[in-house]
């Protein structure tokens, strides 16, 4: 029972203080408040908005979806190829960012399986599949890791919009006339937005990337516990485990 009960206790312990201590990245975007019942009480539990799929083509020339990413972090940003200003150092900037994570591997194929990058045009009438291709020569982009995004312009621009809330504003054909965000947007592996971070600001990089670490350990609400719905089984068979051995004890010692 010793053996049993300590590394149980201990385990439980340090999870209560692990959960109680760590603060994870805050959620944004509540889509609505529901009212649930949880052990018998009647409790609120805030819908998150799920960011919503899309079909662009990537620098490759590939069609690529969101759905094709299913279990990934995202970080995701806006910018067009004819930008003077920000553009070249928000991707520099994701470049060294996607260049920092990888799959902790120490030899072989360290390029990371766990976190995406998107970089999305607010151009794309001009930025084709061989603009983003120039561009992703020019600051050496892993395709498998980060991709360039062309495709339909309303798409593009209700995602950043409507589906992850920063502004863009159409420069009506004029390269320096789009005003669009220079925020880092971190996305979790169920699509709810969990922070911005401007892509210009090496504080706000350092603290993208502290929140990405917290991301890859933090639990997946959706996903159910191998012990969900089996304790009281389990309360059963140790108990049934614990008779059995003193059953054994006691005809030892009574053959003895």
């Not at 993208?208 to 997946?220: G, I, N």
Request: with cysteine.
């Amino acid at each position: 029972m010793l053996a049993i009960l300590l590394p149980l206790t201990a385990y439980f312990i340090v999870k209560w203080r692990s959960d109680k201590n760590v603060l994870m990245p805050r959620h944004y975007l509540p889509d609505s408040i529901q009212v649930v019942t949880k052990g018998g009480k009647r409790v609120s539990d805030t819908v998150w908005h799920r960011v919503g799929d899309f079909s662009l083509v990537n620098q490759e020339g590939k069609q690529v979806t969101l759905d094709s990413l299913k279990g990934k972090i995202i970080i995701a940003d806006f910018f067009f190829t004819r930008c003077p200003t920000i553009c070249p150092v928000m991707t520099m900037n994701m470049k060294r960012l996607a260049e920092s994570i990888h799959n902790g591997k120490r030899v072989g194929d360290k390029t990371n399986k766990l976190v995406h990058f998107l970089s999305f045009s607010i151009d794309p009438e001009r930025d084709s599949v061989e603009r983003l291709k120039y561009w992703a020569n020019r600051f050496q982009v892993n395709p498998d890791q980060w991709w360039l995004l062309t495709g339909d312009k309303k798409t593009i621009y209700n995602l950043a919009i409507n589906e992850m809330k920063i502004g863009l504003e159409d420069g009506e054909g004029i390269d320096t006339n789009f005003i669009h965000s220079d925020k880092f947007i971190l996305i979790d592996s169920n699509r709810h937005v969990r922070g911005y971070y401007s892509g210009l600001d090496p504080l706000a990089l350092g603290k993208l990337s502290e929140d990405l670490v917290m991301l890859t350990m933090e639990k997946d609400p959706n996903r159910k516990s191998f012990f969900a719905g089996k304790l009281l089984v389990i309360a059963v068979v140790f108990l049934l485990a614990i008779f059995g051995v003193g059953l054994l004890l006691y005809l030892l010692r009574k053959k003895t």
